[in-house]
């Protein structure tokens, strides 16, 4: 079965620093994919990335980023230059048979002005 | 495109009483569809999840049920609440190679 492990469970950072969320997983499956969400106070979950275990590059998208090791099994998550809106529960998920989704216990990140 | 509709946004429920929230998805055919549960201040807990019309999975065995009486209908359900019942509960779709999981908005229910 997958296994999600977000081993931080709050963080506060003062804006503009940069932040990592930590994300190891198990798995048995040879393929597999990862995922980001974002919780906002409002309650809804918003995708935010997609990996597939071919693909080790990192990837970055305007302040975020993410790392891939397969040799580790983590898939971190960078904001760089925090911002208040930044301030969320951010979880990484990882799917069994490409269909059911299991979640992390979630990051809560809290960034101050 | 598609979207999901969940209702009501908040529920406040004695104890004992019955259950029922609604999801429905548009703009998509035979998605995977998904109820999930957050307890306050805790992580994402899968309860249900279905494949197709009338197949259930049940993740965790509890006081809740699921059906899928439409292809685009999802129903969560519980003949009598317990407190521990409170939570946030989300419904959510999947389909195609996309894999992705759509949210959506969630429902709060209270349990007195």
């Known amino acids: 079965a997958q296994k999600v492990t977000q081993a931080q469970t709050e963080i506060s950072v003062v804006e503009k620093e940069d932040v990592t969320l930590d994300c190891v997983y198990e798995t048995r499956d040879t393929t597999y994919y990862l995922f980001w969400y974002k919780q906002p106070p409002s309650g809804e979950l918003v995708f935010l990335i997609r990996r597939n275990s071919f693909d080790e590059q990192n990837e970055i998208s305007g302040r975020y980023s993410w790392n891939f090791q397969k040799s580790t099994s983590s898939f971190n998550f960078t904001i760089t230059a925090s911002q208040v809106v930044d301030s969320a529960v951010y979880f990484c998920?990882?799917?069994?048979?490409?269909?059911?989704?299991?979640f992390g216990s979630g990051t809560k990140l809290n960034v101050k002005p | 495109s598609q979207t999901i509709h969940q209702w009501p946004a908040t529920l406040v429920q004695p104890v004992g009483s019955p259950l029922s929230l609604e999801c429905t998805v548009e703009?998509?055919?035979?998605?995977?569809l998904y109820w999930y549960r957050q307890a306050a201040g805790r992580g994402l807990q899968l309860l249900f999840y279905?494949?197709?019309?009338?197949?259930i999975s049940s993740e965790v065995p509890q006081n809740l049920s699921a059906s899928r009486p439409q292809d685009r209908q999802f129903i969560l359900s519980s003949k009598k609440l317990l407190l521990s019942d409170s939570g946030f509960y989300l419904c959510?779709?999947?389909?195609?190679?996309?894999?992705?999981?759509?949210f959506g908005n969630g429902t709060r229910l209270t349990v007195t």
């Open positions: 279905s494949v197709g019309i009338g197949q």
């Open positions: 703009g998509t055919s035979n998605p995977n």
């Open positions: 998920a990882l799917p069994y048979n490409f269909n059911k989704f299991y």
């Open positions: 959510a779709w999947s389909a195609g190679e996309s894999l992705n999981l759509h």
